[in-house]
């Protein structure tokens, strides 16, 4: 079975704090693939980030950074110095080998100046 | 660069009626995916096609068909709409079917059944 679970809800910050937001996955796969979307209020889904299975070398881009964990099956989403514009909802996100993306429940962030 | 392009941006159907929804992939991309985002949901996979077969099919009511032309675009085509049907719905282009490559999604397009 496939499933994704984000069990934050909502998380509210002020402005320049930093903000993590989890994700659990469960695949009976070897390989996979993780996502990270962001869709803010005008609906759109934008593209964050993708690490395959194998790839447990975690990465900072800019403000953001992500932590990958098999032992504990964990793809989290780290924002440092958050502003104003972050505020969206964030959804991760699970491919097998099939392809289709199996998406979790999101986690709406608001970031209050 | 080119992206995903998806007509109408916006439809408003009465219950029963029908609506086609386009999606235009990226240029070279042979694999289309179709979701569905319900009010406060996560999007939801519904179909996807890979050089023109259908590759792939999830949770897509019968009401609902969807194809892919010899140019790769797709349509996805809904019959005896009904309330629960309003959504926003996504397409997404991808380069080849091996698992993970990156799903381009377009702006989608906002259907309301009234």
């Known amino acids: 079975a496939q499933k994704v679970t984000q069990a934050q809800t909502e998380i509210s910050v002020v402005e320049k704090e930093d903000v993590t937001l989890d994700c659990v996955y469960e695949?009976?796969?070897?390989?996979?693939?993780l996502f990270w979307y962001k869709q803010p209020p005008s609906g759109e889904l934008v593209f964050l980030i993708r690490?395959?299975?194998?790839?447990?070398q975690n990465e900072i881009s800019g403000r953001y950074s992500w932590n990958f964990q098999k032992s504990t099956s964990s793809f989290n989403f780290t924002i440092t110095a958050s502003q104003v514009v972050d505020s969206a909802v964030y959804f991760c996100?699970?491919?097998?080998?099939?392809?289709?993306?199996?998406f979790g429940t999101g986690t709406r962030l608001q970031v209050f100046p | 660069a080119a992206g995903v392009i998806q007509s109408p941006r916006h439809l408003i159907k009465e219950k029963r009626e029908t609506a086609t929804l386009k999606c235009y992939p990226i240029?070279?991309?042979?694999?289309v995916y179709w979701y569905q985002q319900g009010p406060g949901q996560d999007p939801q996979f519904l179909i996807s096609?890979?050089?023109?077969?259908?590759?792939d099919k999830g949770s897509i009511p019968d009401r609902f068909s969807a194809q892919q032309f010899s140019d790769y675009h797709s349509e996805l085509n809904m019959s005896s709409l009904e309330l629960g049907d309003s959504a926003l719905y996504f397409c997404?282009?991808?380069?080849?079917?091996?698992?993970?490559?990156?799903?381009?999604f377009g702006p989608g397009t906002r259907l309301t059944v009234l």
């Open positions: 690490r395959n299975s194998f790839d447990e």
């Open positions: 996100a699970l491919s097998e080998v099939a392809d289709k993306l199996i």
């Open positions: 695949t009976r796969d070897t390989t996979y693939y």
């Open positions: 240029p070279r991309h042979d694999t």
């Open positions: 997404a282009s991808s380069l080849g079917l091996a698992g993970g490559d990156e799903q381009f």
């Open positions: 096609f890979y050089e023109k077969m259908q590759s």
